[in-house]
């Protein structure tokens, strides 16, 4: 059977800055944290637009005397005109400034009130001529996009409501309350919308779109996702394209179409590149490298996430190296070179504490425990479980709070105690279920119908897993549901009916080589491999273990390859080849020993699968 206890790693979309929260054998991805909303008091309907467009504050543009970046937009106006500027951004403390047709200062805003820290300003023009509106950070730190518009009255004209939902959808996202955050979104989205604001309405269809992408409701993200990036390109707006670019390219992966995927993001990687936009490279390199890892195309995932860590060390932020580091640290897992992914998880964890990111910690501490007990070290394993769920619950992360106690019930179900890893998976399962998330309501199926697969319970196992496998059809997870089909071919095998193991087998093999899932073709090549083995059919079987190995050693999936090699021994011992036999249990001992943690004692090492 596929092994439940898997990695997962963080990824990130061009939307900025929070770092996601994650479920077992899921990937999702985050939607920035807004440092402010318009006020609520100061919206009104707006007049004449004389200037309406966006742009991004970036290494090379011109600074001010204090090293904070700016740009230059001009704008006509008439003589006695009133006039609103008004400067928007989520990714950084605004500072505005009016300038006549030389550059001389007319007047200036940073903060709106205590709490806003976007800016606005009315001024009357004295003549009439050429102005110039000044985007320009509060501090020499000020980087990302930003939304300046100069319209005809007194007033901000924003929707400050809109704002402020956004702002209570992104909260909602980050404690994992996906359907409350879809439904804030949704709000915001219809008061942009009636504003005519192209900007805010195309930056919050992405928003939504991620929401809905982490919910397993594919085709909302994707419908959300299209009017967005036509949006963007008739802005000419390369940061919010390439956002939308990224997002389709995340609809895909999950959809398991992994070409149109890969085209998305690269088209992402070229808008950043073209634009000198570092950070955007570093964030579709990231993405690209969790593609490959979701394809088990392990050593194109590491030259990916390697250029993508190098250039975020450069840049220095440190969220983002983590993000990327986790991803290393999913790929060394799944290879089995857990003395590796521990490092990589634990520089990551440090970063985390260091920014004040709790979700990501406790996302990674899950992971480091999923090590740990893929190591048999399961007191560790616990511990570092349990603590990851504290986190969620201190946060009011219910996503969170779903992971880690889907793993929790993975490392009881390796303590063979089944019943209490029960309960685990079905307080997950109600939580997913709370808040909408199909994709985590497949994956708590799945590992309940695992249990009662080693329950002996079959048919209730055959039950749950085709409910999981109906939720996988519906959302479009072709990889997940060529994992699911896997486990249900090892409930058929467990059964002696080898006829349809075999069907469902060949069911997910179709579905795995078709969309470029290497993880699961390896292991359900070996799968096939066992049922000719049980029946007595060598020669078959040997084929089947020797494109398991293939896979195995070109992927570098250490673990696998040796659980593989230990049935080929086993076969050889059962038809008399004792020298063979012999041969491949040195591998298969070999390879065991190269994937120990170096300060485990001989009763710890870690057992075949």
């Known amino acids: 059977m596929l092994a439940r206890f898997t990695p997962i790693a963080l990824a990130a979309l061009a939307l900025g800055l929070a770092a996601p929260a994650l479920a077992a054998n899921r990937f999702q991805a985050e939607i920035p944290a807004l440092k402010s909303a318009f006020t609520t008091d100061l919206a009104q309907a707006p007049g004449d637009i004389l200037l309406q467009t966006s742009g991004r504050l970036e290494p090379g543009d011109p600074t001010l005397n204090d090293g904070s970046l700016y740009d230059v937009h001009p704008f006509e106006g008439e003589a006695g005109q009133t006039v ?54 509060y501090d020499a730190t000020g980087r990302g996009s930003y939304q300046i518009t100069v319209t005809v009255g007194a007033g901000v004209t924003s929707t400050g409501n809109a704002s402020q939902l956004y702002q209570q959808g992104a909260q909602l996202w980050q404690q994992g309350q996906l359907q409350a955050a879809l439904d804030r979104l949704g709000q915001a989205l219809s008061l942009y919308e009636a504003a005519g604001d192209a900007f805010n309405t195309a930056d919050t269809q992405i928003a939504l779109a991620i929401v809905a992408n982490a919910m397993g409701q594919y085709d909302t993200a994707a419908a959300y996702l299209e009017p967005a990036l036509a949006t963007a390109r008739t802005l000419d707006n390369r940061n919010l394209e390439a956002k939308a670019l990224n997002g389709l390219g995340l609809v895909y992966r999950n959809r398991s179409q992994y070409d149109p995927a890969l085209t998305y993001y690269q088209q992402a990687l070229d808008l950043h590149r073209a634009g000198g936009d570092r950070e955007g490279e570093a964030i579709a390199l990231n993405n690209i490298g969790d593609l490959y890892r979701a394809q088990g195309n392990y050593p194109q995932a590491l030259d990916y996430l390697n250029r993508a ?23 060394r897992s799944a290879q089995g070179n857990y003395r590796a992914a521990i490092v990589y998880y634990e520089e990551a964890l440090g970063l985390m504490e260091a920014v004040g990111d709790r979700a990501s910690q406790g996302t990674l501490l899950g992971n480091i425990g999923i090590i740990y007990g893929s190591q048999g070290r399961y007191p560790d394993a616990l511990d570092y479980q349990q603590r990851a769920l504290e986190l969620a619950r201190q946060t009011g992360n219910l996503d969170g709070e779903a992971n880690a106690l889907n793993n929790l019930g993975l490392v009881y179900n390796l303590l063979g105690q089944q019943e209490r890893s029960l309960t685990y998976f079905e307080e997950a399962l109600a939580i997913s279920r709370e808040i909408g998330d199909r994709q985590s309501e497949a994956v708590s199926l799945q590992n309940i119908g695992g249990v009662y697969d080693e ?18 059809r519906e959302i479009g997870d072709r990889a997940g549901e060529g994992q699911v089909l896997n486990n249900l071919g090892t409930v058929y095998d467990d059964l002696d009916r080898y006829g349809e193991a075999l069907a469902v087998y060949n069911q997910s093999l179709a579905i795995s080589q078709g969309v470029g899932d290497r993880y699961t073709e390896g292991r359900t090549l070996a799968n096939i491999g066992l049922v000719y083995a049980k ?58 020993e190269s994937i120990r943690a170096e300060e485990l004692s001989d009763t710890e090492r870690v057992a075949p699968l």
């Open 84 to 137: 609103t500027l008004q400067l928007e951004s989520r990714d950084f403390d605004t500072y505005l400034l009016l300038t006549d047709a030389e550059g001389q200062p007319l007047i200036e805003n940073d903060d709106i009130s205590s709490s806003n820290f976007n800016s606005a300003l009315t001024y009357t023009l004295p003549s009439s001529g050429t102005y110039h509106a000044i985007a320009n950070s």
């Open 309 to 331: 860590l190098n250039l975020r060390r450069q840049l220095g932020d440190r969220r983002e190296i983590a993000i990327t580091l986790n991803n290393l640290g999913a790929v």
């Open 455 to 472: 329950q002996g319970d079959k048919l209730r196992s055959l039950e749950i897993l085709t409910e999981s496998l109906a939720i996988r």
């Open 535 to 592: 029946q007595g059919q060598s020669a078959q079987a040997l084929e089947f273990f020797t494109q398991a190995l293939d896979i195995f050693d070109e992927t570098q999936d250490q673990v696998a390859q040796a659980s593989t090699l230990r049935r080929v021994a086993d076969m050889q011992f059962k038809s008399g080849q004792l020298p063979q036999a012999q041969a491949s249990l040195v591998d298969t001992v070999t390879l065991l």
